[in-house]
C-alpha cells in the first residue's frame, strides 16, 4: 500500500526488523506454498525480502500494525506496506 493508501502521518514507528548488523539485506524470498511476496497469502519472514528491510508502524486511527519498506527501481522510489496477519508470521 502507498501513503495514498495509507497516509503517513497517521502511522507511527514502534520498531523495526532490520538486522542492525547487516547493512544491505538481502533479496531472497520465503515462498514454500509457491506464493510471491504481494500475495495476501504470503507469509512473513524476518529473514527474508521484503520483510528484512521493514520497519513496524501502528496507525493512530484504528491500532492496526503495518510493516513498511521503500521499493527502490530503476527510476522509481515506491513506498510499501502490508498488514501484519499474525497466522502469516513463519519463524523459519
Not at 523495526?16 to 514454500?32: A, K, S
Not at 519498506?69 to 513463519?90: H, K, Q, S, W
Request: aromatic share 12%; hydrophobic share 25%; net charge negative.
Amino acid at each position: 500500500m502507498s501513503d495514498t493508501q495509507w497516509p503517513s502521518q497517521q502511522l507511527q514507528i514502534v520498531g523495526t526488523l532490520r538486522d542492525p548488523d547487516v547493512y544491505e539485506p538481502g533479496f531472497e524470498e520465503h515462498h514454500p506454498k509457491g506464493t510471491r511476496y504481494e500475495s495476501a497469502e504470503a507469509p512473513v519472514s524476518v529473514k527474508h525480502f521484503p520483510y528484512n528491510r521493514c520497519d513496524v508502524f501502528s496507525c493512530d486511527q484504528c491500532s492496526q500494525h503495518v510493516l513498511r519498506y521503500t521499493e527502490f527501481g530503476g527510476y522509481y522510489v515506491d513506498p510499501r506496506g502490508r498488514r501484519i496477519t499474525a497466522v502469516l508470521i513463519d519463524r523459519n
